[in-house]
């Protein structure tokens, strides 16, 4: 189904953007300059990323026109991809984030469910795999890239802990090889312990992994026995039931 309620995408956005500066500012684990620096760097970063979707919407999409959700989906962008980095980059680190993060979404989403394999295979109508899987694992990386050593306090560990908060541009390339590490272990080990809970949901329970394509076709009608969005006719027909099955006394 299209979007049809913009006014709910709107206020879920909203409380989205809001609550991750909790989620965020929160990380440092007390309130100071870092969770302060982690509050502003994920506004920071989720403008740049809004700003840069609607951009790349005006320039190079076939429409050449931007649009909301595409500008909700920017947002997102920029939510998940500074995640990773909040309390470790500066203001420019966030910018930069912000913006390649949402180009790289932006770029996969309209090419690889086209020609891409198995992107063009996969049902991902909330685009999930797009803002949160490639955003984060972008912005993983580029915090490997752009941590910045001054914007963390370590409290109680002296002048020179041995926690590490360097990326690759302030002198420690190894911090790279580390969330590229850590980005590969997060995907293989999401990947077969996937595969395991489908296998036992297939030869445990006996349950189909796949409905056949004519029950997909008719959507939540065929799956839970009701429309989520129905249409007029539905409605209507609804409302003629609901009227004979109480009718109005007489008087009344």
Not at 102 to 112: D, E, N, P, R
Not at 164 to 191: K, M, R
């Amino acid at each position: 189904a299209i979007p049809n309620n913009l006014l709910f995408v709107a206020v879920g956005a909203g409380i989205l953007w809001l609550g991750w500066n909790g989620f965020n500012g929160g990380d440092p684990y007390f309130a100071g300059a870092d969770a302060a620096a982690a509050i502003v760097n994920t506004n920071l970063a989720t403008a740049v990323a809004m700003l840069t979707w609607i951009v790349m919407d005006m320039t190079i999409s076939a429409e050449k026109k931007p649009t909301f959700l595409g500008a909700l989906n920017g947002m997102i962008c920029g939510l998940v991809g500074i995640t990773p980095a909040a309390g470790y980059v500066n203001g420019f680190g966030a910018i930069v984030i912000g913006l390649v993060c949402s180009a790289i979404v932006w770029v996969a989403w309209y090419y690889l469910p086209k020609y891409v394999w198995p992107f063009n295979r996969v049902d991902d109508a909330l685009g999930v795999v797009y803002t949160h899987g490639f955003a984060g694992l972008f912005g993983g990386l580029l915090t490997g890239l752009l941590a910045d050593p001054n914007m963390i306090v370590y409290l109680g560990l002296g002048k020179n802990p041995s926690i590490s908060g360097t990326g690759l541009f302030y002198g420690h390339p190894h911090q790279l090889l580390v969330q590229l590490e850590a980005a590969l272990t997060i995907i293989i080990w999401d990947a077969v312990v996937t595969f395991v809970i489908l296998m036992v949901i297939k030869h445990v329970f006996r349950m189909k992994l796949r409905l056949p394509d004519d029950v997909l076709a008719i959507g939540d009608v065929a799956v839970h026995g009701e429309e989520a969005y129905p249409s007029d006719e539905l409605i209507g027909v609804g409302a003629s039931m609901a009227d004979e099955a109480s009718p109005t006394p007489p008087g009344g």
